[in-house]
């Protein structure tokens, strides 16, 4: 493994305890590398500050997923693996054998592309067998159900979050990060808005300041995927960084 012995891993107030607002904020973060040119290094540093910080997970692509495992096991951190990513174009059986060997490598979480051209041509019958093909493969994880929100009508974005949460989703995802983005706050208040409050919002791509990941959480999401989990951490409001001392 890379020797992170050099890394600065320290808190942003060294020997004070991280406050309540900073903990509640990581627990809702999908510490992320998916970059085609990601090493095993560069996992092992994503997993500890993952570690270190207590973010909700940390999402690789499937190649890594044995390995995040491995190193974030027993610290109360997850794995979120993507599938068919990034574009949801693989068949439905490579789609399944990919979301159970995600499973057999450890990972506690599938971030799945949902078939973006079946579900632009109405092909609803097709988008749902292959979402619960998938629920049933990996059932007993988390399912998040990316369905590319940038690229939809409203209409298809809410057909798209209703065909993932009766497949047994419990996550509805708005992007990969790859495709436009189109207006993040606007989704997160329609998919708020259309689903029960049960089923959750994950948010991903674009968010790099605390200020604008607070505005998609305040708006109604549960969950942001970003590549940028330290420095959305960093810039958090001094007051809010650590617990006061007594």
Not at 139 to 151: N, P, Q, S
Not at 224 to 241: F, K, R, T, Y
């Amino acid at each position: 493994m890379t020797d992170l012995g050099s890394q600065s891993l320290q808190t942003p107030r060294e020997g004070v305890a991280a406050s309540a607002a900073l903990r509640s904020f990581a627990a809702q973060i999908d510490h992320t590398l998916l970059k085609p040119d990601a090493t095993p290094g560069e996992i092992e540093l994503v997993c500890a500050e993952a570690i270190q910080w207590g973010f909700a997970t940390v999402c690789v692509n499937s190649a890594f997923s044995k390995l995040a495992a491995e190193l974030v096991r027993a610290t109360g951190v997850g794995v979120s693996t993507t599938i068919a990513f990034p574009f949801g174009a693989s068949s439905t059986s490579a789609k399944l054998r990919e979301a159970a060997q995600a499973v057999a490598d450890g990972a506690t979480e599938l971030d799945v592309v949902i078939e973006i051209g079946w579900l632009k041509a109405k092909r609803d019958d097709l988008v749902a067998a292959e979402l619960k093909a998938i629920r049933a493969e990996t059932r007993g994880h988390t399912l998040k159900v990316i369905i590319e929100t940038g690229l939809l009508t409203n209409e298809e974005k809410a057909r798209g979050a209703l065909l993932a949460v009766a497949a047994g989703a419990e996550f509805v995802k708005t992007s990969t990060g790859y495709a436009k983005l189109g207006d993040q706050l606007g989704d997160v208040a329609l998919l708020r808005k259309l689903l029960a409050p049960g089923i959750r919002i994950k948010v991903s791509g674009g968010i790099r300041t605390y200020a604008g990941a607070r505005a998609l959480l305040d708006a109604g999401a549960d969950r942001l995927g970003s590549s940028h989990g330290v420095q959305l951490i960093e810039d958090m409001p001094a007051e809010l960084l650590a617990a006061r001392a007594d």
